[in-house]
């Protein structure tokens, strides 16, 4: 079974920069994954943020970047901001399946 | 504006069926894949199954094969999820989304409010 990893919490101060990382037990994530990232914040449904590795949604904020590092999907957040504060997935596509990361709970101290 | 909304959950028995919903508006349904995703309460995003824009397509998790058939009526703007054999684990609250496949792109892009599916005697 397939098991997609990221961070499961994160702290972070306003205006920081924080790394969020999505890593396939299967091995090296690569753009052939297409790695989505969503955020998703309390009672409310997934909002989409970055789509096939480093493409921004026309509502996606400035400060959200994705790309591939070390092997792994990142979402970085530059000058974080207290509305930030929201469980992050990733999702990664395997053949005829997609996979979502464990998520991470980003906190904004 | 681009709306999904979903409908058709509530409470269940074990080994039970029930069927969900999605309601599309606002773009062309017929040119996008759909998919299904759920959350159990308190945890985290599970990808259920995906259908193709003209419904000759799909793929399920391994959870719900053999259970779950997904479907679209194109001519009516609406995805369905045919849940049977309903278990407990099955609890959680169904997203429907909105997806465009091309050969260099996946991208998912709107999702519907959810419906919460509830699976207890």
């Known amino acids: 079974q397939t098991v997609v990893t990221q961070e499961p919490s994160l702290t972070v101060s306003p205006g920081e920069t924080v790394t969020i990382t999505c890593a396939s037990s299967t091995g090296a994530v690569t753009r052939g994954y297409y790695p989505n990232w969503f955020q998703q914040k309390p009672g409310q449904a997934p909002r989409a943020l970055i789509y096939s590795t480093t493409n921004k949604h026309s509502w996606t904020p400035a400060r959200f970047s994705g790309s591939l590092l070390g092997g792994k999907a990142a979402l970085t957040l530059s000058g974080v901001q207290p509305e930030d504060e929201a469980e992050y997935y990733c999702l990664l596509y395997y053949a005829n399946a997609y996979v979502f990361g464990t998520g991470t709970k980003v906190t904004v101290l | 504006e681009v709306q999904l909304v979903g409908s058709g959950g509530g409470l269940v028995q074990p080994g039970g069926s029930l069927r969900l919903s999605c309601a599309a508006s606002g773009f062309t349904f017929s040119s996008y894949w759909m998919h299904w995703v759920r959350q159990a309460p308190g945890k985290g995003l599970v990808w259920v199954s995906r259908v193709n824009s003209d419904g000759s397509f799909t793929t399920y998790a391994d959870s719900v094969k053999g259970r779950f058939t997904i479907s679209r009526d194109n001519a009516k703007n609406t995805l369905y999820l045919q849940m049977d054999s309903l278990r407990a684990e099955d609890t959680a609250v169904y997203y429907c989304?909105?997806?465009?496949?091309?050969?260099?792109?996946?991208?998912?892009?709107?999702w519907g409010q959810g419906t919460l599916v509830t699976v207890s005697s």
């Open positions: 989304a909105r997806v465009t496949v091309t050969s260099d792109l996946v991208v998912f892009d709107y």
